[in-house]
């Protein structure tokens, strides 16, 4: 599975940048699946307008993850690679949503931010076909 994070400050356009970059490799017969991180515990799913809502048409599956809860209810989620792989492993791509603290994941930086493990920097009006070929030359990272 290949992964790659969107991370950028609020309202840099993450999510409208996963949302179009998930469209298009649905279109090309990639299994998508996408995971937000919450670190603050103030997410809700499936509320109309919500990140997971806008992004969850376009995934086999969807997740949202604070500091206390995962989306499929769990009240103790595992650590991060545990996760993906319990979760995800049916996944060609897995994009995720924020976890700029998280090292090891390759990252897409949306806007103006320090992170370790950049692959990209962008503007929220980047082309998708930029951040798809950069996805598509990643190792698979679990």
Known sequence: MKLVAFVGLHDAGKTTLVEKV?????????????LKHDP?????TDREGSDTWRVKPFCRKAGL????LFTLWELEPPPLKELIRRYFND????????????????KVVVGELKVEN?????????EPEDIIKLIEELEEVL
Do not use: I, M
Not at 40 to 44: L, R, Y
């Open 22 to 34: 998930a469209r298009l490799l649905k279109e090309r017969g990639y299994r998508v699946c996408y």
């Open 40 to 44: 603050k515990g103030h997410g809700v």
């Open 65 to 68: 993850l604070s500091p206390s």
């Open 91 to 106: 996944c060609d791509v897995l994009l995720l949503e924020g976890f700029k603290s998280v090292g090891w994941l390759p």
């Open 118 to 126: 950049a692959v990209l920097k962008v503007g929220k009006d980047a």
